[in-house]
């Protein structure tokens, strides 16, 4: 299926979600509500984002949420989140929830996995710590390799340590690429099964989904008919819709926010 770009057919798939019964708005945060930084904690959602997400907030029957792969911890900082927020967070690609009223529900910790992420982390980052632009990133789950200002044979050689270092120690663990980034992970979980938890934990009779890399396709190729599926820039896409980047999104979403509020007068 080739996505819709022009603005009457984004509009028209707006049009056709918005009026839902219950609306749940889910959103990556990298690349589609912040641009891409080159160090990753400098992240932060564009003013026109922010409006966005606040407008939907306040429209009728909507429900908000921020589905990353960053750790959960680390996704409350990018996004600013306070404690008394309404947008419900899924961290870790899922694995981890913050819920208004409730808070943080992690999962049980795993001793040994947890030790064995401990390991790789420190032989990954002594090995790699002298490689230019390359950042060795500690997640909940796992770690991350990060190249994106690293030279195309730093980043290379990166890579291929760390995919035999786990290989090798974690044949297990979870593989995952993103722009300028390969992660691991003890947990399985993708944005799909957040997709889903969230959608039951709130009652939703649809649901739009917006991303702009590979792991999020996974939540896009499992949406349903009654579900939107946003693509933020260039790349393969399951979603019916494609938008050119962050400001474009923000756009489209703000006018979803309005057409929310006149469906459900």
Avoid: C
Avoid at 37 to 60: C, F, G, K, N
Avoid at 228 to 242: D, N, Y
Wanted: no cysteine; charged share 30%; hydrophobic share 40%.
């Amino acid at each position: 299926m080739t996505a819709l770009e022009t603005p009457d057919q984004v509009q028209d798939e707006l049009r056709r979600v918005a009026a839902s019964d219950r609306l749940l708005v889910a959103l990556d945060f990298d690349g589609t509500l912040s641009l891409l930084q080159d160090e990753p904690m400098q992240a932060r959602m564009l003013p026109d984002s922010r409006r966005a997400v606040e407008a939907l907030i306040a429209a009728p029957d909507t429900v908000v949420a921020l589905v990353s792969g960053r750790s959960l911890r680390d996704l409350e900082e990018i996004s600013e989140h306070a404690e008394d927020s309404a947008i419900l967070l899924a961290g870790s690609h899922g694995v981890e929830y913050w819920y208004p009223g409730e808070g943080a529900v992690e999962p049980d910790d795993d001793d040994a996995e947890h030790a064995l992420r401990d390991h790789l982390r420190e032989l990954a980052t002594a090995e790699l710590g002298d490689l230019d632009g390359v950042w060795v990133e500690p997640k909940t789950f796992g770690f991350g390799i990060h190249t994106r200002t690293a030279s195309e044979a730093d980043a290379e050689q990166a890579w291929q340590y760390a995919d035999a270092l786990v290989s090798q120690n974690a044949p297990h663990w979870r593989r995952r690429t993103g722009h300028n980034i390969v992660e691991y992970s003890f947990r399985h979980e993708g944005k799909d099964s957040a997709i889903a938890a969230l959608r039951e934990r709130v009652g939703a009779t649809a649901v739009v989904f917006a991303g702009d890399d590979v792991t999020d396709e996974d939540a896009i190729a499992k949406l349903g008919p009654d579900d939107l599926g946003i693509r933020v820039g260039q790349g393969r896409t399951s979603a019916r819709v494609r938008v050119a980047d962050t400001r474009e999104l923000a756009a489209a979403l703000s006018a979803l926010a309005e057409m929310r509020g006149a469906a459900r007068e």
